[in-house]
Structures are given as structure tokens and as C-alpha cells.
């Protein structure tokens, strides 16, 4: 079974510093991956997408990396800020068109 | 890109009754996804919505519980039939698109449903 776990399921840091936030799938033959920012209300926000022949994606202060061999991909932000609080999603396609969803991190930056 | 709508934004229902939720798309989109997400889980797949032909629905979800309509390229429904308190969750609407150049989804705002 295809499956992605995010840990930990709540993080809370002060606001200014680096982070990162793991994901985890179980076959590391995906189509790519993808991070997702959930705010309530406010449904879902993809944030970085990156393809299976890629290592990593970049934009602004988010960078996320992948490692296929291993099974994991990371989402590091860079100089947090409060409006950066929200749940993040890891999402995989395992080449079916389906994304399959990890369970999400809570962040909480601490102004 | 793709902006996505979706009413009511949340409803408390009964045991027994049924709701049906819309999801308005801005642009013409081949396929639609239907997502729930439960309180404290992840989003699952309930089904994808295709013009013109009847849904697929993935294991674990049927469509006597959870039928679709998809009447054109830019709007679908999905109704949650005869609820019970397990089907309260969130219910996302989403579609593929591109971004940048790269296949990227977009999701609606989600319907909260809460089940007494």
C-alpha cells in the first residue's frame, strides 16, 4: 500500500527561524510530489511541485528537496514569519493521476 | 490557474437527510476530484468526475452513498447521501491545471459538514 506520513503533526518555532518539515512515502516510484499549505477556509495552496527526475524546487523563502532512494522529501522555510502558520501537506502521485495525501504538519510560528 | 467555488461554505445537518454540494470552476477542465478529509486525517480521494460519463469511484466509497453529477466542463456535485456523524469531514473540490508551466491541482475552498 502507497503511503506518505508527515512527522511531526505539530510544530510550533518563534518567529524568525529556519525550519523544516519531513515527509515520508513508502514507494519511491512516484511522478512527483508536491507541498500543500491548508488554511481554514480557505481550502488548499500548492506551494512546490517537484518531478521525479528533480532534487529539489525553490521559491522565495521555501526551498523542498526530494530523495526517492530514500523515500522522503523536506520543506525548509527560511526566516519564519507568523503569517506563515498553517498546515502543510505532503502530497504524492505515485503515476496514476491520484495524489496521495500525508496527514499534515501544523505550524504555529510564535510572533 | 484555476479559481474554484464551492457552496454552502459549511452546514450542521441531521442523521438520515442528505446534502448536496457544488463546485464551481472559472475555466473548462476535463476531470474533477472530490476529496474528504476528516477531522484529524489526511484528504482522501472519493472519486474523480468526468464530463459526460459516469464517475470513478475509489475503494471504499459508492456511488448509492456519494453520486456525482458533472452536467459540463465547469461545475460538478456531489451529494452525501442518507448521513450519519462518520460523514462529517471536510469535502474539497479540486481540478488539474498548470502553473509556471508545470501540472499542478487546485483545490476549492472546502464545505464543512458537521452531522448531528
Do not use: H
Not at chain 1, 523563502?61 to 530514500?70: C, G, H, Y
Request: glycine fraction near 8%; charge should be neutral.
Amino acid at each position: 500500500k502507497q503511503e506518505v506520513t508527515q512527522i511531526p503533526a505539530a510544530l510550533s518555532v518563534p518567529e524568525g527561524e529556519n525550519l523544516v518539515l519531513n515527509c515520508s512515502f513508502t514507494d519511491s516510484a512516484i511522478y512527483n510530489l508536491q507541498w500543500f499549505r491548508q488554511d481554514p477556509g480557505k481550502g488548499l495552496t500548492s506551494l512546490l511541485l517537484i518531478q521525479s527526475s528533480q532534487r529539489e524546487q525553490t521559491s522565495g523563502r521555501l526551498n523542498a528537496s526530494l530523495d526517492k532512494s530514500s523515500g522522503r522529501s523536506t520543506l525548509y522555510i527560511a526566516a519564519s514569519q507568523p503569517g506563515d502558520s498553517a498546515t502543510y501537506l505532503c502530497a504524492v502521485s505515485f503515476g496514476n493521476e491520484k495524489l496521495t495525501f500525508g496527514t499534515g504538519t501544523r505550524l504555529t510560528i510564535i510572533p | 490557474s484555476a479559481v474554484i467555488s464551492q457552496k454552502p461554505s459549511r452546514d450542521i445537518c441531521q442523521r438520515g437527510t442528505s446534502l448536496t454540494i457544488q463546485c464551481q470552476v472559472d475555466s473548462q477542465v476535463t476531470m474533477m476530484f472530490w476529496y474528504r478529509q476528516q477531522p484529524g486525517q489526511s484528504l482522501t480521494l472519493i472519486a474523480t468526475a468526468n464530463q459526460g460519463s459516469e464517475a470513478t469511484y475509489e475503494s471504499g466509497f459508492v456511488i448509492d452513498k456519494f453520486p456525482i453529477s458533472r452536467p459540463n466542463l465547469t461545475f460538478s456535485t456531489l451529494t452525501v447521501s442518507n448521513m450519519s456523524p462518520e460523514d462529517s469531514s471536510i469535502y474539497l473540490c479540486s481540478v488539474e491545471g498548470t502553473s509556471g508551466g508545470k501540472e499542478t491541482q487546485y483545490f476549492g475552498p472546502g464545505t464543512r459538514l458537521l452531522v448531528l
